[in-house]
């Protein structure tokens, strides 16, 4: 199984700045990696996939990047709306595995 | 629009079974992978089941396999989650979720889940 280790797990920032988060894989997932924003009592939402992608509807301010086992979610500035927990998730092998996710709160 | 409506959760008792559904309505649900992903209170994500096109491609989680059946009637553009055996660790929010595409690696559209509570 292939685990994703999330850093920072909590992260404080303000709106305005730049988020930087992290997701490393076990072994090497070459770029099958999304990301998720899961919002208090909300579904999941997926940002990107392919580890750099970004899904429909998606604000360019979020990016992704990485390959291999190294992966990176940037958000460039961050609005008050962003506020929340992220997962990353691989299905490059079975089983589909996520991260443990980082939360990302105003500081 | 897509739209995944889950359904039959509820309080159970050790040992005992449910069967979830999810209704899809607004894309072609015989052309889309789906799966079944829970997270228990307070925590992170976990993905239990994968279903193909057809109901021969099913894939599992250790922690579900032998218990949980996964199943899709495309005639009703529905998904289900048949769980027997369940324990309190089975304890979470069900939700379905839809694969972006053929590749099989992540899900574009979520629904709002359904609480299963095992508990005596």
């Known amino acids: 199984e292939i685990v994703l280790t999330q850093s920072p797990a909590t992260l404080s920032l303000s709106p305005g700045e730049r988020a930087t988060l992290s997701c490393r894989a076990s072994?090497?997932?070459?770029?099958?990696l999304a990301w998720y924003q899961q919002k208090p009592g909300q579904a999941p939402r997926l940002l990107i996939y392919d580890a750099s992608n970004r899904a429909t509807g998606i604000p360019a301010r979020f990016s992704g990047s990485g390959s291999g086992t190294d992966f990176t979610l940037t958000i460039s500035s961050l609005e008050p709306e962003d506020f929340a927990v992220f997962y990353c998730?691989?299905?490059?092998?079975?089983?589909?595995?996520f991260g443990q996710g980082t939360r990302l709160e105003i500081k | 629009e897509v739209r995944l409506l889950e359904s039959g959760g509820g309080l159970v008792q050790p040992g005992g079974s449910l069967r979830l559904s999810c209704a899809a309505s607004g894309f072609t649900f015989s052309t889309y992978a789906m799966a079944w992903v829970r997270q228990a209170p307070g925590k992170g994500l976990e993905w239990i089941s994968s279903?193909?096109?057809?109901?021969?491609?099913?894939y599992y989680a250790d922690s579900v396999k032998g218990r949980f059946t996964i199943s899709r009637d495309n005639s009703k553009n529905t998904l289900y989650l048949q769980m027997n055996g369940l324990r309190a660790e089975d304890t979470a929010k069900y939700y379905c979720?839809?694969?972006?595409?053929?590749?099989?690696?992540?899900?574009?559209?979520w629904g709002q889940g359904t609480l299963v509570t095992v508990s005596s």
């Open positions: 979720a839809k694969y972006l595409d053929g590749s099989g690696s992540k899900f574009d559209y």
């Open positions: 072994q090497s997932i070459s770029s099958q």
């Open positions: 998730q691989q299905r490059s092998n079975w089983p589909v595995t």
């Open positions: 279903i193909g096109l057809s109901a021969g491609n099913t």
